[in-house]
């Protein structure tokens, strides 16, 4: 009985354990696991990307916790601190997302093609339309 009671007192030391729901976005359900309240957010992160990559599941997103965010689902629409712990958020329920960086780089790179080909071709607009109205007459 001595032995059980210390058990119990060395698990409260250690904080409360939480069941918590990570939903990934574009993939089919949630990632549910086991997390100690006081771990911090990117630990999370890095837990929920090695479960999702076991299970096999799809679309494959990478083991590199820096390219995510975790958001709460009832908290503000900011996304979670790395470096926070996990039971400061008082929710169970997250939803994890790939940083939009890498978007803002391709969109970048697609306005700046759009530009290129936009200072040569109105040359050619100009030469089409005096054609146009030379041959009409």
């Known amino acids: 009985m001595l032995m059980h009671k210390n058990k119990k007192n060395s698990q409260n ?26 771990e911090v957010v990117a630990s999370v992160i890095e837990t929920a990307l090695k479960s999702y990559a076991r299970e096999g599941r799809l679309p494959v997103l990478g083991t590199d916790l820096k390219n995510f965010l975790l ?19 008082g929710g169970r329920n997250f939803m994890l997302c790939k ?23 109105w040359k050619n607009w100009i030469n089409k339309s005096f054609n146009r109205k030379i041959s009409s007459h």
């Open 13 to 38: 030391n250690k904080g409360n354990r939480l069941l918590i729901s990570v939903t990934v976005l574009g993939s089919a359900g949630p990632i549910r696991f086991i997390v100690n309240e006081e």
């Open 71 to 89: 958001y709460c689902s009832h908290a503000s629409t900011e996304a979670m601190s790395p470096w926070e712990t996990i039971g400061s958020y």
């Open 99 to 121: 940083k939009p960086e890498k978007l803002k780089a391709a969109a970048a790179e697609t306005t700046t093609e759009i530009t290129r080909k936009g200072q040569g071709s």
